[in-house]
C-alpha cells in the first residue's frame, strides 16, 4: 500500500468521490429510438439511464444543444405490466415490505397508479394519481432539525412529488421512513400522499431505478402503444414520443463489468487486473447503487469487490488505493482471518459480507 494512502488512514482525513461508473455521450445524428438502441449498444453500452437528479444534470450539461433527445426509458404496454416504485432513490420497493390495507392495491378503474397512507392507520391504499391529499417530504439533511415536513397544501401526486424535490429532497419513501416515530406523530389525522407509484416503464439496459422526471404537460402514456421518453434538453424536463420518430439521443458507457465466473478473490483480482483495470471499489453510495444493479444477474449469491482485509495493518482497504469512506456491511466488519474479503449479497439489501478468500464467486471489475 502506498505510504500517501497510510498516511491519510492514519490522520482520519476522508472525503467522498464524486467519480461516477458511467459516462454519457451526445449524438446529434437523428435515428427512431430503437436505432438509438442499437447503435448505443454497439459502440458504448446502452442508451442512456438516469439514477437521480444529479444524473439529469450530467445529461443536461453534456451538450449545447437544446433540442429533444431520447434516453433509454420506454413504455410496456398493458396494465399487467404495472410495477411498484418508491420515487426516492435508491429505495427499492419489495413485495415482503409493504403495508397494503386488506384488498389493496385494488386498482379500480384501471387508473389507480399512486399511493397515500391512510388516516388513523398505517395502512396504504392506490387511488388515481390525480387526486389531491396533503402530503409528506422527506429531507436527507434535517432542516429546522426535522427529516419530515408534512405539507398542507393538498396536491395532485406528480406535482407534490415536484414540490418535495424542489424544497427538500423527495417525497417520504420505503418502510423505515414510514415507521418513523416522528413521521407517524405528525400523519396519524391525515390522509397523506406517500413517494410509492407504478408505472409500465423500464430501462433499456434492464436497471430498476427508479427516478423520473417529467413534464406533465408532454407526457403520454398509452396502454396499447409504445412510447419512449424525450429529455427536453433545456429544461431536464422529460415527455414522451412515439418510438418511429427521429431524434438525437444519449447513450451512456459503463465502467464496470459483472464476470460471471467462479473465482477465489485473489483469482479474480487477478483477471480484473489483466483484463481490465482493478477490481470495483464503492466509495459512495450512488456508486453502491450502480454496482448492486450488475450483482443482480450474478449466478453466485455473492460477487467480489475490491475490498479487503490485512492483518498487519488491522484494517480494511481497497485495492484501487481509494480511501474506505463509505460501507455497506451487513454487520460491522471485525475480523482476525487474515484472509478476508468482501463480497455483495446479489440480493436483499445488496449488504457486503466478509468471506474467506478462498470461496469462488462472480465478480465485479472496473474498466
Known sequence: MQWSLFLLILMGQCSFFTCRLYEYHFIEDEKTWEEAQAYCREEYTDLAT???MTDMERLRDSTDEK????????NIPGQENKEWHWSLPGVEYSETETAWD?????????????????????????????NKYMFICYNEIKQSGKKFHLINNKLSWPKAQNYCREHHTDLVSGL????DTDLKNETQSH????????????WSDGSHFSFRNWDLELFQDDD?????????NGTGKWGSDDCNNKKPFFCYEDEVILIQENKTWEEALNYCTENYRDLVSITNPHQQRWVQERAKSASTPFVWLG????CSLDLWFWVSDELVCYDNWNSPATTDNCYSAAAMDKG??????????????????AL
Open 307 to 310: 475490498l479487503r482485509y490485512t
Open 224 to 232: 396499447k402503444k409504445k412510447f419512449a421518453i424525450t429529455m427536453l
Open 191 to 202: 390522509n397523506v400522499w406517500i413517494g410509492l407509484f407504478r408505472d409500465t416503464w423500464r
Open 67 to 74: 433540442h429533444n433527445a431520447w434516453i433509454g426509458l420506454y
Open 50 to 52: 438516469v439514477y437521480d
Open 102 to 130: 386488506k384488498k389493496e392495491p385494488n386498482d379500480v378503474g384501471k387508473n389507480e397508479n399512486c399511493a397515500l397512507k391512510k388516516e388513523n392507520s398505517d395502512k396504504w391504499n392506490d387511488v388515481p394519481c390525480t
Open 348 to 365: 436483499g439489501q445488496h449488504e457486503w459480507f466478509e468471506k474467506a478468500d478462498t470461496e469462488k464467486f462472480n465478480f465485479i471489475c
Open 176 to 179: 423505515n421512513q414510514l415507521n
